[in-house]
């Protein structure tokens, strides 16, 4: 329903790099608080990279020093560049707002984009 759009996923050599995109065509994202979420096979789904409605960043430990979080407002959309993948970087990357988004009392997910990075 657009709440929520993620792409620019695929596959990619450790070492790559990839950029997320994350655009909402209901969600002012300027106005919110929105995290890049993921979920690996058989594991629970985590936050990875956030940024504040000032723009603010923040990075789980894993993830520092390699990830980036950008907003564009004109274009309402939010970016994770991802640089020197490794392979357990390989998962479903989500973005939705901090705290995650509920509809209808249940919590909203996008469909995500996998991300591969083969060793």
């Known amino acids: 329903q657009g709440q929520l759009v993620e792409s620019g996923g695929g596959l990619v050599q450790t070492g790559g790099s990839l950029r997320l995109s994350c655009a909402s065509s209901?969600?002012?994202?300027?106005?919110?608080?929105i995290g890049w979420y993921r979920q690996a096979p058989g594991k629970q789904r985590e936050l990875v990279a956030t940024i504040s409605e000032s723009g603010s960043t923040n990075f789980v430990e894993s993830v520092k020093g390699r990830f980036a979080i950008s907003r564009d407002n004109a274009k309402n959309t939010v970016y994770l560049q991802m640089g020197s993948l490794k392979p357990e970087d390989t998962a479903v990357y989500y973005c939705?707002?901090?705290?995650?988004?509920?509809?209808?009392?249940?919590?909203?997910w996008g469909q995500g984009t996998q991300v591969t990075v083969s060793s």
């Open positions: 209901e969600i002012p994202f300027r106005f919110n608080a």
């Open positions: 939705n707002t901090i705290p995650p988004l509920q509809i209808n009392a249940r919590v909203y």
